[in-house]
């Protein structure tokens, strides 16, 4: 499930990419990694990340970091010990995010970076295409997937390992 909280300037954002924080996808046969990155960001960005699209009840409970999807395909999955993200995307290549429910229940595990699972098992409830600036909020513990026309697609991803979609959505329509 998503929510898209508007399109926003956010100036003098630098896409960062100086550690990896994580990264879940595959090497190519000449050694490239090919999927998702996230890469740690500079504590004054994280500050205006968190300023502009966080609540303040909730800004210590998230962490910013510089996503990067390098791949046309990320299969269906979700994520382990994150409950929700607030994506602003920078570079969208024209994707779309899209999220599914489980009717089979065959699936790969991979420790903790999560679950994937195939399209054949799912049945799909909703999808958005983000565009540049676009803010969508994520509940990245249901099973979503992406498919791209373009090889890169970046966002600052502010991710809560303790606040619900539901709670976030709650507190910010509240103050709209």
Not at 32 to 42: C, R
Not at 133 to 156: C, F, K, P, Q
Request: hydrophobic share 30%; proline share 2%.
């Amino acid at each position: 499930m998503a929510h898209r909280l508007g399109n926003t300037q956010i100036d003098n954002l630098p896409g960062s990419m100086d550690a990896v924080r994580g990264q879940y996808g595959i090497k190519d046969t000449n050694g490239k990694f090919i999927g998702i990155a996230y890469y740690n960001v500079e504590d004054d960005i994280e500050q205006v990340l968190l300023k502009e699209l966080i609540p303040e009840q909730f800004r210590t409970q998230f962490r910013a970091s510089f996503m990067v999807i390098n791949s046309k395909y990320i299969p269906p999955h979700k994520d382990n010990d994150i409950t929700m993200v607030v994506n602003y995307y920078t570079q969208t290549s024209n994707a779309t995010t899209t999220f599914w429910k489980q009717v089979n229940t065959n699936t790969q595990s991979f420790g903790n970076s999560g679950s994937v699972y195939d399209e054949c098992d799912l049945t799909q409830t909703s999808s958005f295409k983000a565009e540049q600036n676009d803010v969508w909020v994520l509940n990245v513990s249901e099973i979503h997937s992406v498919r791209s026309e373009g090889d890169l697609r970046t966002a600052y991803c502010l991710q809560s390992e303790t606040v619900t979609f539901d709670e976030f959505l709650k507190k910010t329509q509240a103050t709209e």
